[in-house]
């Protein structure tokens, strides 16, 4: 019986610190998110949104029931994409208004800045080595890359290295191509109402550059400057 002892306790032991084990952290599958770093991406998303609005407003009388535009602030993004947007939905057939009607259309943008450390020059590294165009190696792949799902699938290693291979060359093209990632974000969601009731919506979120902010931000107008009046005393 002693000699059970010391495996009794080291079995509880274990017992124990499974008990108290947290989930660990995993990394979501890779996806991809649009970039916005012209006027031109602007519009794209205008006609986006446009696109999908005047389809659920296809099954409404023409002309019957105009639609007002409306922002909730006066940023430069607003500003400007309220404008293509009218331009985007007029070229669709939907009947708008100059003034405010019982149907509106109201767009609404949100700057999200993440805190985390960036490197220096704010872009974030993929965790690979090219060695030639078109060509990486993956460093700590199955570390870094969990989700094999990804990749072509291959039941031999040579269509692996193929897959990997060309995922590689995609990564380079639309990540590194792009800028990479950055800690700034933008969300632009849209909301038709009428009164009360939610009609329709849709909600888009892309990557800006950090120094491109204040173009999503209600930045105030400068305060006037005061007028300072000065007398000077004249003796008779």
Not at 15 to 20: D, E, H, M, R, Y
Not at 22 to 41: F, I, S
Not at 87 to 113: C, F, H, I, N, W
Request: aromatic share 6%; proline share 8%; hydrophobic share 45%.
């Amino acid at each position: 019986m002693p000699s059970r002892i010391p495996a009794l306790f080291a079995a509880l032991l274990l017992a124990g610190c499974s008990t108290l084990d947290v989930p660990r952290a995993d990394n979501y599958p890779a996806t991809g998110q649009k970039k916005a770093r012209a006027v031109h991406h602007w519009d794209v998303l205008a006609e986006d949104v446009a696109a999908r609005t005047a389809a659920k407003l296809a099954d409404w009388p023409a002309g019957e029931h105009p639609i007002y535009l409306r922002v909730r602030d006066d940023s430069p993004f607003n500003q400007g994409f309220l404008s293509l947007l009218r331009v985007r939905l007029l070229d669709k057939g939907v009947a708008l208004s100059a003034v405010p009607t019982p149907v509106e259309l109201e767009v609404q943008t949100q700057l999200v800045q993440h805190g985390a450390a960036v490197p220096a020059n704010g872009v974030i590294p993929l965790p690979w080595t090219m060695l030639a165009t078109g060509v990486g190696v993956w460093r700590d792949w199955d570390l870094h890359y969990s989700d094999r799902t990804l990749l072509p699938g291959a039941a031999t290693a040579i269509g692996l290295g193929v897959g990997l291979a060309m995922d590689l060359a995609r990564r380079h093209s639309q990540g590194d191509a792009a800028g990479g990632p950055t800690r700034t974000e933008v969300l632009v969601t849209t909301t038709l109402q009428s009164g009360d009731r939610l009609l329709a919506g849709s909600a888009d979120m892309y990557y800006i550059e950090r120094a491109d902010a204040d173009l999503y931000r209600n930045v105030p107008p400068p305060a006037p400057v005061p007028v300072v009046k000065t007398w000077q005393v004249v003796r008779p």
